[in-house]
């Protein structure tokens, strides 16, 4: 059983509604990821929290907003998507920045907006 | 910025043969890490093998090794005596050094991957 939990497992939203990813791990990491997987790209990173802090926000769009209240919690909140934001949503922790530290991940929450 | 290329998008290997994925790297930090993760059609990313910029010997975990050629900037993982389980996407990756250390990225960065499809 991995380290890291996602729930939901599946998600399926309209264009207005709201609402949240959750991420939890029990590993004592100190910093934790939001990635996006969609069909033939990379995964594209979205945010990084390290020590609760945001580390890092790769110019993602308003409509994904992330939380992360303490270092085994970490949240994406999500309004008025858009059909392209259909993808596997994958939530990471690790050790701490460096590159020394690989990431455990989650097993994912998979959105589709219709 | 960093980059992973992975080349293969598609690999059909038969049960019990040795397979490599390729996987090169560009980045302009001193010191990073380079990964390889498996993705299983039920999502979750799996961590095989890690390799260390400044490891002078080639990292291996029981059946995955990974050939390293710093020169060529190649981090190639290699699969001996294949097996239908190993059938999964395979991804690499990369971790420069951290913002508060100079680098230039503080996360992952990951290539597009090879789906591996073990055939019996």
């Known amino acids: 059983e991995t380290g890291v939990t996602q729930t939901p497992r599946h998600l399926v939203m309209g264009m207005t509604n709201k609402k949240s990813l959750k991420c939890e791990q029990h590993l004592g990491h100190n910093a934790m990821y939001w990635y996006k997987q969609s069909a033939k790209k990379p995964l594209e990173l979205m945010f990084v929290?390290?020590?609760?802090?945001?580390?890092e926000n790769n110019s993602v769009p308003s409509r994904f907003s992330p939380e992360c209240p303490n270092s085994s919690h970490l949240f994406l909140h999500l309004h008025t998507l858009q059909p392209e934001d259909s993808a596997l949503y994958l939530c990471?922790?690790?050790?701490?920045?460096?590159?020394?530290?690989?990431?455990?991940f989650g097993s994912g929450t998979r959105l589709t907006v219709v | 910025a960093q980059k992973i290329t992975q080349t293969q998008p598609g690999m059909f290997v038969q049960e019990k043969e040795a397979v490599t994925l390729d996987c090169t790297y560009d980045t302009s930090d001193q010191s990073y890490g380079l990964f390889w993760y498996k993705q299983p059609s039920s999502g979750e990313m799996i961590f095989l093998i890690y390799?260390?910029?400044?490891?002078?010997q080639n990292a291996t975990e029981g059946r995955y090794s990974l050939n390293f050629q710093k020169a060529r900037k190649s981090a190639n993982l290699v699969i001996s005596a294949s097996q239908l389980g190993d059938s999964a996407m395979y991804f690499c990756a990369m971790r420069g050094e951290p913002f508060l250390a100079g680098g230039g990225a503080d996360g992952l960065t990951f290539g597009k991957g090879t789906h591996l499809i073990i055939q019996p």
């Open positions: 990471a922790s690790s050790q701490g920045p460096g590159q020394y530290y690989g990431y455990t």
């Open positions: 929290y390290s020590l609760e802090e945001r580390v």
């Open positions: 390799q260390g910029s400044y490891d002078e």
